[in-house]
């Protein structure tokens, strides 16, 4: 079963715009990971925040993560044409990778 | 250098079939995970191993499913007897070292079970 959920399912921005997806989890993390997924290139892992982090960032991509919350976010900033994709968040504890639903962006021009 | 790649692409396979799906990981990378996706849900944990030993299957949904990887590299994905509610996406990762940190995707087996 999913571990958690994103939210919202789905945002549609303009291009320029910034994208903030949300993701609750339900039980204990060792980190967590967003990952990216288009009909073109698969899944893909964006970025990685550990339990004792609270915020993370790479090039347009921030993360939060709150864990007395359960909870994350990613932000996208000045959003691409490319960027339309589904973005999932994945709870790792052990070995095993636990994703989220989904958020399916679509960035118009 | 080359990723993760699965074979094959696209499956058609008929009720009570038997199919099997192949991974090829990234070169030394000991951690390898099998998912399955259904069509508009995140990918679902199936089995993972650390070299050739299958360290965790909960995630086999039953008996039917069973994956292998017997040299520490390639691994299989068997189904025996298909059923219709196996279709979906099958997707093969891996990553170094023996604790997952970042997984790199094959893009998937699409098996669709008639």
């Known amino acids: 079963s999913q571990q958690g959920e994103e939210d919202p399912q789905a945002l549609s921005i303009q291009e320029g715009e910034n994208a903030t997806m949300n993701c609750s989890y339900k039980?204990?993390?060792?980190?967590l990971q967003w990952y990216r997924q288009n009909s073109g290139r698969g899944l893909v892992h964006l970025i990685l925040?550990?339990?004792?982090?609270r915020e993370k960032h790479s090039g347009r991509l921030r993360v939060t993560l709150d864990t007395s919350k359960k909870s994350s976010s990613l932000l996208i900033t000045a959003s691409r044409a490319a960027d339309t994709a589904s973005y999932f968040c994945?709870?790792?504890?052990?070995?095993?990778?636990?994703f989220g639903t989904g958020t399916r962006l679509q960035v118009t021009l | 250098g080359a990723g993760v790649s699965q074979s094959p692409r696209y499956k058609v396979a008929k009720r009570g079939q038997d199919v099997a799906l192949r991974c090829d990981p990234i070169?030394?990378?000991?951690?390898l995970f099998w998912y399955q996706q259904a069509l508009g849900q995140g990918p679902e944990f199936l089995t993972y191993f650390q070299n050739e030993a299958q360290l965790d299957k909960s995630g086999l949904p039953s008996d039917r499913f069973f994956a292998e990887r017997p040299e520490g590299s390639v691994s299989t994905l068997k189904i025996q007897r298909t059923q219709q509610e196996d279709s979906a996406v099958y997707l093969c990762?891996?990553?170094?070292?023996?604790?997952?940190?970042?997984?790199?995707f094959g893009p998937g087996t699409r098996l669709l079970v008639l």
């Open positions: 039980t204990s993390i060792n980190n």
């Open positions: 994945a709870t790792r504890l052990g070995s095993k990778l636990t």
């Open positions: 070169s030394g990378h000991v951690s």
């Open positions: 925040i550990r339990s004792n982090e």
């Open positions: 990762a891996s990553s170094k070292g023996l604790a997952a940190r970042a997984q790199y």
